[in-house]
DNA sequence: GATAGTAGTTACCCAAAGGAAAGTAGTTAC
DNA sequence: GTAACTACTTTCCTTTGGGTAACTACTATC
């Protein structure tokens, strides 16, 4: 890494411990990956990202809704229909969860595999 | 995004799930980030890293080092002295700061600055 | 009228994470 | 001998995250 100064490893660490806290836990990222495939319902998402509850999943969904990184959609069907999908701004991630899931791999080989 | 199969989003999730697993909680990038900076003592680190109890800053280093993220060198001075340093690893972890210091930091301004 | 599906909420519980404070064992300085 | 510094460990406690199961209110189907 290149010489940086104490400021700019001060500001660093901020923000990083700033987007873990947004994108912490254990299933926000599985969630917004499910909706970056394709925008989904409540029950959808349920059948997708295997062993999540009904109140995480509530209760992920509102977090991320605040971060602006899903968007919740209602139909005014009989019955009304909900559907929630990622937003454009979570698009700014994609090069997070990009790095994240390389290193990801890398990681698991050293440690594990060989 | 670019349009990806069901399989690679699969893999693409396992791998950033790894990837949280080694890094989540509130200290480890922290004090990888610190050490980044320079190989430092326990007191150091404690005194650099605001907040942390030695009780888990002794924890994470250890977690950090099965992990080969960093290295514990022990000299035979009396008394000894124990200084941790940055893995050379730990460099392959550039990338995945840097872009999540990017997004921390854009993602502050969009939703509390403006 | 019973069953199933929609999108959740509520209450209760457990386990892990993390904080606070004190203790330990050794060395050094006064 | 007392105080302070080293690198921790131990104990106790609180907070948070997450799981289970039941329940709600509404609609549609049999």
Redesign the interface.
Same mark, same amino acid.
């Given at each position: 890494?290149a010489k940086?100064t104490?400021t700019e490893?001060t !500001? %660093?660490? =901020?923000? *990083?411990?700033?987007?873990?806290y *947004?994108l %912490?836990g254990?299933w926000k990222?599985?969630i917004v #990956?499910s909706l970056?495939?394709a925008p989904k319902r409540f029950n959808e998402i349920m059948r997708e990202v295997e062993g999540i509850s009904p109140k995480i999943l509530a209760q992920e969904l509102k977090h991320l809704e605040q %971060?602006?990184l899903v968007v919740r959609n209602v139909y005014d069907t009989t019955p009304v229909s909900i559907v929630y999908e990622a937003s454009l701004?979570s698009?700014?991630? =994609?090069? *997070? #969860?990009?790095?994240? !899931?390389?290193? +990801?791999? +890398?990681?698991?080989k =050293?440690?594990t595999g060989k």
């Open positions: 890494m940086i104490k490893c !500001s %660093n660490l =901020k923000n *990083v411990i700033d987007a873990l *947004v %912490n254990k990222l599985p #990956l970056v495939d %971060n602006e701004y698009e700014t991630l =994609k090069e *997070v #969860l990009r790095t994240l !899931s390389e290193w +990801g791999a +890398g990681h698991r =050293k440690i």
